[in-house]
């Protein structure tokens, strides 16, 4: 069950992008913001994580949603060269 869950999740997150093609890029940080938070809750609580991990899941799906946001906005991502440096692409 809980990988049936993870997969709903996960393929609402993706179709929630979509929906941010007419968002300024303040209302999609917003966004991504929110939604990257509480899939990372659901996720938790559906791992049965305790609050303390919780609260962690929530911050980083805040900061991967944010960033998807971004990247959704500008079509550019960021790719490690495997020294420690990064470059930017289109995605």
């Known amino acids: 069950m809980p990988g049936r869950m993870i ?3 996960a393929s609402l997150a993706v179709g929630s992008l979509a929906a941010c093609d007419n968002l300024t890029s303040e209302q999609a940080t917003v966004v991504g913001a929110t939604g990257g938070a ?3 809750l659901i996720l938790a609580d559906a791992l049965k994580a305790n609050k303390d ?4 899941a929530a911050l980083a799906g805040a900061a ?3 960033v998807v946001a971004q990247n959704q906005r ?3 991502c960021a790719y490690a060269r495997g020294d420690g440096t990064y ?5």
Do not use: S
């Open 64 to 66: 991967a949603g944010t």
């Open 74 to 76: 500008t079509g550019m």
């Open 38 to 40: 509480a899939t990372g």
């Open 87 to 91: 470059y930017e692409a289109p995605c």
């Open 7 to 9: 997969l709903l999740i």
């Open 53 to 56: 991990w919780k609260l962690i």
